[in-house]
């Protein structure tokens, strides 16, 4: 194991930690996920030696590629999907992911459901929101979320488990901008959680490694951490 890496995470930790305590919340109440995509498996072998076990990856291939020999050494791991995802690939990333984090369309959930059923898995998802104005991927209406959670609650015994929200800031320097697009997943989330009271909608992933600190001020409770965990991606 690099003794860099142990640095790094409990460096990254003592943040979280901090942003925690400052705004009142409890210590272990945000999740550290490591975003490695573009990282070898050596890489994240590094990490999970150095006590990660939670992981992103935003594309199926790659995924697939890496994490099929990763977790057979590493049983306590575990990968969520966090990029855009096409349906054709759903059926290949689902033996892998404990969670979808990246559901953005209806058409997505009936295929996840579909061949999460096939299988007989049960899979956690999260709703990703466009909550900034210039990222490309997320629902961009919370009634279209709403019409989602909708949909799910309507599969008759359904294999997806609906457990929160996704969002990526926008990409600025301005603080009140990126916070105010947590802000609105929260809200967002609160709403639902009110009219979708027999779903558990309590996980918030909000954060990387530009502006995690003020998601966890705003409640994120799973930040995902690439960059500053493994330096610039090639
Ligand atoms: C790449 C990526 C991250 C990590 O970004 P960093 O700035 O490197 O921390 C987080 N979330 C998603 C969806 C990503 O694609």
């Not at 309507?154 to 488990?161: D, L, P, V």
């Amino acid at each position: 194991m690099s003794l860099n890496m142990k640095e790094t995470i409990n460096a990254i930790q003592t943040r979280i930690n901090n942003a925690l305590t400052r705004s009142g919340r409890s210590p272990g109440s945000v999740a550290l996920m490591a975003v490695s995509k573009f990282h070898t498996v050596n890489e994240i072998q590094s990490a999970i030696d150095a006590g990660l076990t939670l992981f992103g990856e935003n594309r199926v291939q790659e995924a697939c590629d890496k994490f099929s020999v990763l977790e057979l050494d590493n049983p306590g791991i575990s990968l969520h999907m966090i990029g855009s995802l096409q349906r054709n690939k759903v059926k290949a990333i689902l033996p892998l992911v404990s969670c979808i984090q990246s559901v953005d369309r209806i058409e997505l959930l009936d295929e996840i459901q579909k061949q999460a059923v096939k299988t007989n898995k049960i899979i956690d998802i999260l709703f990703e929101v466009n909550t900034g104005e210039e990222s490309k991927s997320g629902f961009t209406d919370e009634n279209l979320v709403f019409k989602a959670l909708e949909t799910v609650s309507n599969y008759t015994s359904s294999n997806i488990r609906p457990h929160g929200f996704m969002t990526m800031a926008p990409f600025t320097k301005d603080e009140k901008l990126i916070r105010s697009s947590f802000r609105k997943l929260t809200q967002i989330q609160k709403k639902a959680q009110d009219m979708f009271p027999h779903f558990n909608l309590t996980e918030l992933s909000m954060g990387m490694s530009n502006d995690f600190e003020i998601a966890i001020e705003e409640g994120s409770t799973i930040v995902r951490v690439g960059t500053a965990l493994f330096g610039a991606r090639q």
